[in-house]
């Protein structure tokens, strides 16, 4: 069955960028009935969508992160990956990668990385 | 879309039937899920389209409601379901409720 792994640095420095790749495994990302996603997590809180990727490779990204946010896709590795640029101590959150379904209507996350820790600190 | 859950903790006996609530700020029609997290561990599929089960979840969960109320109903809770529940719009772009703590009495 697919799955799905986060990788990257797990500490970031203050203003710096925060680069993670999830790693698709058991199916393949050219598929247009998906679409590949970051959510993240500060500790003790919610979840909060932080952008997606599609197959044609339109993308996504929340308002609220405004231009900081890159999500790519590499075709030839069956990943995905996050850049998130001039991070602050806001920033630190567990990061997950996702698959959302395309075809049906809520566009729900049926599939979801282990996650990822990633503190910002000097 | 703002999502609202209600009540922020549920304390619950095995075996008791729970029911969790969700509120949108506008209508987001039948474009609902629900997941559950565990401590520790990413977030679980439970229900999307406001009722339809995900693939292998029992069906002592379900879901019900339309543009801005929605529920999620677990018909008798086991020893594994107690963990935190998040409800998830789709609208312009995905929200996620602040989810609702089922915890053991």
Request: net charge neutral.
């Amino acid at each position: 069955q697919v799955q799905l792994q986060e990788s990257g640095p797990g500490l970031v420095r203050p203003s710096q960028t925060l680069s993670l790749t999830c790693t698709v495994s058991g199916g393949s990302i050219r598929n247009d009935d998906y679409y590949w996603t970051w959510i993240r997590q500060h500790p003790e809180r919610g979840l909060e969508w932080v952008g997606h990727v599609y197959y044609s490779g339109t993308t996504h990204s929340n308002p609220s992160l405004g231009s900081r946010v890159t999500v790519s896709l590499d075709l030839s590795k069956n990943q995905f990956s996050l850049k998130l640029s001039s991070v602050t101590a806001a920033d630190t959150a567990v990061y997950y990668c996702a698959r959302g379904d395309d075809v049906f209507g809520t566009e729900a996350f049926d599939i979801w990385g282990q996650g990822t820790l990633v503190s910002v600190s000097s | 879309i703002v999502l609202t859950q209600s009540p922020a903790t549920l304390s619950l006996f095995p075996g008791e039937g729970a029911t969790l609530s969700c509120r949108a700020s506008q209508s987001v029609r039948s474009y609902l899920a629900w997941y559950q997290q565990k401590p520790g561990q990413a977030p679980r599929l439970l229900i999307y389209d406001t009722s339809t089960r995900a693939t292998g979840i029992p069906a002592r969960f379900s879901g019900s409601g339309s543009e801005t109320d929605f529920t999620l109903t677990i018909s008798s809770l086991e020893p594994e379901d107690f963990a935190v529940y998040y409800c998830q719009q789709r609208g312009t772009w995905p929200t996620f409720g602040g989810g609702t703590k089922v915890e053991i009495k």
